[in-house]
């Protein structure tokens, strides 16, 4: 390769890693979907390998990314990151107080809410302390000896479940969508459009009627 098609390749391989680094996918993943070995996809990322257009456009589909993004310059960034383990240890704890405030609520004791539920004393104490994990259908067991359900102590509603959720639920409510309509929401050109319907829609009926009267006298 000449010098410059050898710098549009290293261009393309580093838009390449990042959209497999932000999907989450591993050098071996990619290559596997490609039917080539793992070191002739990393040398593509460095940019030593340019593969085929078909090969490219499978691998946008794979990685979720559009093919624009190969022909740009911008990185994607990482997506956040979670510590897991952290994370869980850490959710463990809060459980345990958040359902320890409930009970000591509700005025029960942890030796009444035993004989209630049938789940020994020395069982709740730690599961309150996050010392011990207690499974899904023991909580809901004592959830509901305390007129609580579940969804009382699911995750809070700012923290990386929220997040979660919340993108889920855009997902979801994006993919019912008619396709004209997700064609129009995707076209950038169309911002304007979508802000102005925002602000339409936190208008009072009043406003919203000057408006539109506003709008006829133009008209007529």
């Given amino acids: 390769m000449d010098e410059q098609a050898l710098t549009k390749a290293k261009i393309l391989g580093v838009l390449i890693q990042d959209a497999r680094l932000h999907a989450g996918r591993s050098v071996a993943d990619c290559a596997a979907m490609l039917k080539m070995d793992a070191d002739t996809f990393a040398q593509v990322e460095q940019g030593e390998q340019v593969i085929s257009l078909p090969e490219l456009e499978v691998?946008?589909?794979?990685?979720?990314?559009?093919?624009?993004?190969?022909?740009?310059?911008?990185?994607?960034?990482?997506?956040?990151?979670?510590?897991?383990?952290?994370?869980?240890?850490?959710?463990?704890?809060?459980?345990g107080v958040s359902f320890h405030h409930a009970r000591t609520t509700a005025g029960m004791s942890v030796a009444e809410l035993a004989a209630k539920t049938d789940i020994p004393a020395e069982e709740i104490e730690r599961f309150e302390l996050g010392?011990?994990?207690?499974s899904i259908l023991k909580l809901e067991n004592l959830a509901?000896?305390?007129?609580?359900?579940?969804?009382?102590?699911?995750?809070d509603k700012q923290g990386p479940l929220a997040?979660?959720?919340q993108a889920q639920k855009m997902q979801?409510?994006?993919?019912?969508?008619?396709?004209?309509?997700?064609?129009?929401?995707?076209?950038?050109?169309?911002?304007?459009?979508?802000?102005?319907?925002?602000?339409?829609s936190e208008m009072d009926v009043h406003r919203l009627r000057r408006i539109a009267e506003g709008i006829l006298d133009i008209t007529l």
């Avoid at 010392?131 to 207690?134: F, G, W």
Wanted: glycine fraction near 4%; charge should be negative.
């Fill in 172 to 200: 979801r409510h994006f993919a019912e969508l008619p396709p004209e309509i997700q064609a129009f929401i995707a076209e950038p050109v169309n911002r304007t459009y979508l802000e102005t319907a925002m602000q339409l």
């Fill in 131 to 134: 010392q011990e994990t207690i």
């Fill in 59 to 95: 691998l946008a589909m794979y990685l979720h990314v559009p093919m624009a993004h190969f022909w740009g310059s911008h990185t994607l960034g990482q997506p956040e990151s979670l510590d897991f383990e952290t994370f869980l240890e850490l959710r463990q704890r809060i459980l």
């Fill in 163 to 165: 997040r979660h959720e």
């Fill in 144 to 155: 509901q000896a305390l007129d609580h359900s579940l969804d009382d102590f699911v995750g």
